[in-house]
């Protein structure tokens, strides 16, 4: 048996060794060095470059601009990004390349002999801007005079993304309510955070491809939006990943994969063949790349004393930035998540994206989900509260089951586990058992250990969301896998497996392997795997939406079944190729009638235990219990470390992760200001609780778990900290000065 067992991950010793090498790690002999300037200016039209100084210093091959790019347009979902920000351009383009929207726009790369040189350079770009009005938030991007930051969108409007949910008699449900619960909830910011900066090495290789060897989470992708800003075919790009330290969403979109491709082909086009790399320093990091949105949600939800849900209002607006990257596909998980996962019989619900000159937002693991987990179970916890009922009975009261109709007034896909995840993580919690005595905290080093200020409290909250992409986006996977053996053998003795899947550290690839062992019925050392290269392997799709085990799983049983068809016709190696396509979804529909916007949905309940010193406002988590339903395991400890990683991630979030972006500037870009928690900030345990309720589409039941354990940790600690203080917090992260003023402007700590 391949599936389930704890297999050690073939590459953990080269990474534990420093032997592996991450993209930048890699060199090339006669590699070049690039260096991608900044505008460094939120909104300003650039009225003059100059980059003649520069191109004089010692060591400098080339300087380009934005006259150089030749389609200057990119972005993931949209082309609203230039890729260069310039004066001038002969770019086939509609996105205006000469503002610049955001700090971090691209306005130069120099390319030299060594980083010394590259950065003289780029000190000695000369550029002209005229200062633009600033947009730096939601409020002033939706102000009467709001300077429209892009009119090339037919929007014609900030606010440039609409999603609504009509559902049932709103009206109807609030005049009978018994109560009426509400609140107005600020999303913050969240940083990656990942240990491996952007990095990109560029050549051309054997075939004449411009090849990118980096680090990201789609390589077809990559290679397509390549391709399009160098006017290019895809097969003349190639993308290949090397090992990966960590993305969460962040390495999604576009960093130094297109700007490093330019940089190789306009060398060629000079008569150089040589290599070139870029690497970001983490401030280039922080400042360069999207993060989580933060953003604004207000909602009232209507109840009858007996704690069921008759119907939600609620309005969102989720802050994209400068431009749209995944904003509308992020604000698409919102949307249905803001509800939560219940049975709601009436809705009326608005969803909005909005361009700022902020930092912008984008992929980030949960996608929307972690916002709007923290309404709905913020609202149902105080539903509870204002019912008196069990936190936890409510939410069996009020759950999706088998059956179901979903916020969107479609029958929700079979094998909604919620109901036995609730359970499971209430009894593994002892929920209806009293609490330990608070603990002693010294909040900080000079003070010695204390109970007097401590308050001890229990914190629930679940969440649900989707497997694979979303909203009629035409979803895929493709697989190949090779059998081979001695001629006249009856049985294969290997495999050769080609994916191109993405490994970010999850251990994807290891899972991949013991799939296709599984499939084929071959052990795992017998499977021979080559990932992520455009060149041997079909479009994985992303390693992103909790999708990629769910739709791979399913491409290599294709796979398996059409190689060994070939086997048993003779052929030797036998081939077997195939493309995976999920059942259809829809896309929302502008006026809200019903639709069915996702295949397949993951399951997760949390329960917290913390205690908090009211006069300093520390928070110490002692327990976290983790439930969720993974349908099939196929390696263990893989799964409990996405569950240990994702809390730990989530605790970040909640508590100290505190990104300061002030004039749409990025003012703390260094750990030693964005703090993320140490290894004596942790929780002092977390249990994961692993129910196998097999999804009945997944490959062997198969669920995709990897971003739910961080969706409802926020709300449960939320309502935790409630439980010891008897405040709500509608805001977070709970840093000590937040939690301590609003101790202060209570009475608990007096």
Not at 532 to 550: E, F, H, V
Request: aromatic share 6%; charged share 20%; hydrophobic share 40%.
């Amino acid at each position: 048996m391949s599936l389930g067992p704890s297999i050690p991950k073939p590459d953990a010793h080269g990474k534990v060794t420093g032997d592996t090498n991450y993209a930048g790690d890699i060199d090339r002999d006669g590699q070049l060095v690039a260096k991608v300037l900044f505008t460094n200016e939120p909104h300003a039209r650039i009225t003059r470059l100059d980059t003649a100084a520069a191109e004089l210093v010692a060591g400098v091959v080339c300087v380009l601009t934005a006259a150089d790019v030749p389609v200057n347009e990119y972005g993931l979902t949209m082309f609203d990004q230039p890729v260069l920000i310039g004066p001038t351009s002969t770019a086939r383009s509609e996105v205006p390349h000469d503002v610049s929207r955001w700090e971090a726009d691209h306005l130069a790369i120099v390319v030299a002999e060594t980083s010394a040189a590259a950065d003289r350079a780029a000190a000695l770009i000369e550029v002209e801007w005229e200062q633009l009005a600033l947009v730096p938030d939601i409020d002033a991007a939706m102000a009467t005079d709001a300077p429209l930051l892009h009119p090339e969108h037919p929007a014609q409007s900030n606010v440039y993304h609409h999603l609504v949910i009509r559902k049932g008699d709103v009206a109807a449900a609030f005049a009978e309510a018994d109560l009426v619960v509400e609140g107005t909830y600020e999303l913050p910011y969240q940083e990656h955070a990942y240990l491996q900066t952007e990095a990109a090495l560029g050549y051309v290789d054997d075939e004449g491809r411009i090849t990118i060897e980096t680090a990201g989470q789609w390589t077809h992708e990559d290679r397509e939006q390549i391709a399009h800003a160098l006017g290019l075919d895809d097969e003349q790009v190639r993308v290949i990943y090397r090992a990966i330290g960590g993305a969460f969403g962040g390495k999604e979109d576009m960093s130094l994969q297109i700007v490093v491709a330019l940089a190789v082909v306009a060398l060629r086009d000079r008569g150089i063949d040589r290599p070139v790399k870029a690497v970001w320093n983490r401030e280039e990091s922080i400042v360069g790349h999207h993060k989580r949105h933060r953003g604004r949600i207000t909602t009232r939800w209507a109840a009858r004393a007996d704690g069921t849900i008759l119907g939600v209002e609620a309005t969102g607006h989720l802050d994209a930035g400068s431009y749209n990257y995944t904003s509308n596909k992020v604000l698409g998980n919102l949307h249905l998540t803001v509800a939560g996962p219940y049975e709601i019989p009436n809705a009326h619900i608005d969803s909005y994206a909005v361009y700022t000159n902020a930092v912008p937002g984008g992929a980030f693991r949960g996608f929307g989900g972690p916002q709007g987990c923290f309404v709905s179970e913020s609202q149902m916890n105080k539903l509870a509260e204002a019912t008196g009922l069990d936190p936890v009975d409510v939410r069996r009261r009020n759950t999706l089951r088998d059956g179901s109709i979903g916020i969107t007034g479609t029958e929700m896909p079979a094998g909604v586990s919620l109901p036995e995840v609730i359970d499971a993580c209430a009894d593994a919690a002892a929920w209806t058992d009293p609490l330990p005595s608070p603990q002693p905290i010294a909040a900080f080093a000079s003070l010695p250990p204390s109970t007097s200020t401590v308050r001890r409290g229990r914190g629930f909250a679940c969440a649900y969301k989707n497997i694979g992409f979303s909203f009629g986006y035409p979803e895929r996977s493709d697989a190949e896998i090779v059998l081979t053996g001695p001629d006249g053998a009856d049985e294969p003795d290997g495999a050769q497996l080609f994916l191109a899947g993405a490994d970010v550290g999850q251990g994807a690839h290891t899972a991949f392997v013991q799939m296709a062992a599984e499939a084929t019925g071959l052990p795992f050392d017998a499977i021979d795997a080559e990932f992520s290269d455009t060149a041997s392997s079909g479009d994985s799709g992303s390693a992103s939406a909790s999708r990629l085990s769910w739709m791979t799983g399913n491409a290599i049983l294709g796979a398996a079944e059409e190689a060994d068809k070939a086997w048993r016709d003779g052929a030797r190696p036998a081939r077997g190729q195939f493309r995976y396509t999920p059942p259809p979804t829809e896309p929302l529909d502008p006026d809200g009638a019903p639709s069915v916007p996702n295949f397949a949905y993951g399951y997760v309940a949390e329960a917290v235990d913390l205690s908090v010193d009211v006069e300093t406002g520390h928070i110490v988590v002692h327990d976290v219990v983790c439930a969720i339903d993974v349908g099939r395991i196929i390696n263990h400890d893989l799964v409990v470390g996405q569950v240990e990683g994702a809390v730990i991630q989530a605790h970040g979030y909640a508590l100290s992760e505190n990104l300061q972006v002030v004039d749409a500037r990025v003012m703390n870009p260094r750990f030693s200001g964005y703090l993320i928690p140490g290894i004596g900030d942790v929780p002092d345990q977390v249990r994961s609780v692993l129910l196998e309720v097999p999804d009945p589409r997944g490959p062997f039941g198969v669920r995709g778990m990897a971003e739910m354990p961080l969706m409802p940790y926020a709300p449960a600690i939320t309502a935790a900290l409630h439980d010891a203080t008897g405040l709500w917090f509608h805001e977070f992260p709970l840093t000590p000065g937040r939690v301590r003023a609003a101790l202060r402007a209570s009475t608990v700590s007096r």
